[in-house]
């Protein structure tokens, strides 16, 4: 079935520092890719996405790319601050088995603290 | 009301006890979704509804029964719990198309931390 590996946490960061989550993932079919963000006391919230290969999703200063030949979808920023200190998943979607309705399949998060 | 809201959001229940948890979305969505979010372990998929037709049961125990009466609202009734029940479970929605590969967007609400004593 499918699956989706994250790089493990928690990730300690300084202000102003370049972030990078591994994300990397097994689908039988063709999926699409998210990053979600959870706050502290919050629910998930979706970051961004790509549909297909070599698509890039970006949003707030994060960015990722779609990469079909190494089933990856690492994300990155370029200069972290405090307020991005949250817990960070990896999913996909696909069809369940019903072919229904898609289902997400979640990684098992990253959490990320960015000092001052 | 925005988005999707989820009552209460804490809950501590005895062992004995039956309890519902309540979830409703304000975004003319036609699917939802109840999530398990344990410490330490991925966020698990526990029930699907389109069309408030359950469509996925992944395997969870007995103990808990979903209900979907209309696209907008959705419950897990909770009845003789484990304390290994513990945790925050959260509800979703989507806008499911009965064709096409259009990728379906997730809204969650912000989740019920439920305590098993």
């Known amino acids: 079935g499918d699956s989706v590996t994250q790089m493990e946490g928690p990730v300690t960061l300084s202000e102003e520092a370049f972030l990078t989550i591994n994300c990397t993932y097994t689908a039988t079919g063709y999926p699409s890719l998210f990053w979600y963000v959870q706050y502290p006391g919050e629910g998930l919230q979706l970051l961004l996405k790509a549909t297909k290969a070599d698509d890039k999703g970006s949003n707030k200063g994060f960015e990722a790319t779609y990469r079909k030949e190494t089933t990856s979808f690492h994300l990155e920023k370029g200069s972290v601050q405090v307020s991005d200190s949250a817990v960070y998943f990896c999913?996909?979607?696909?069809?369940?088995?019903?072919?229904?309705?898609?289902?997400?399949?979640f990684g098992s998060g990253t959490q990320l603290t960015v000092l001052p | 009301e925005t988005g999707v809201t989820q009552t209460p959001r804490h809950l501590v229940m005895g062992m004995t006890n039956k309890k519902s948890l309540k979830c409703e979305q304000h975004?003319?969505?036609?699917?939802m979704y109840w999530y398990k979010q344990s410490a330490k372990k991925p966020l698990e998929l526990m029930f699907v509804?389109?069309?408030?037709?359950?469509?996925e049961n992944n395997s969870v125990p007995s103990r808990f029964s979903p209900e979907c009466p209309n696209s907008s609202h959705l419950f897990l009734h909770l009845h003789t719990l484990q304390p290994e029940d513990s945790a925050l479970y959260l509800c979703a929605s989507s806008q499911e198309f009965l064709s096409g590969n259009l990728y379906n967007e997730q809204f969650f609400g912000p989740g019920t931390r439920l305590t098993v004593l």
């Open positions: 509804y389109n069309f408030k037709e359950q469509t």
């Open positions: 999913a996909l979607s696909d069809r369940g088995s019903s072919g229904s309705a898609r289902q997400l399949t």
């Open positions: 975004l003319g969505h036609n699917a």
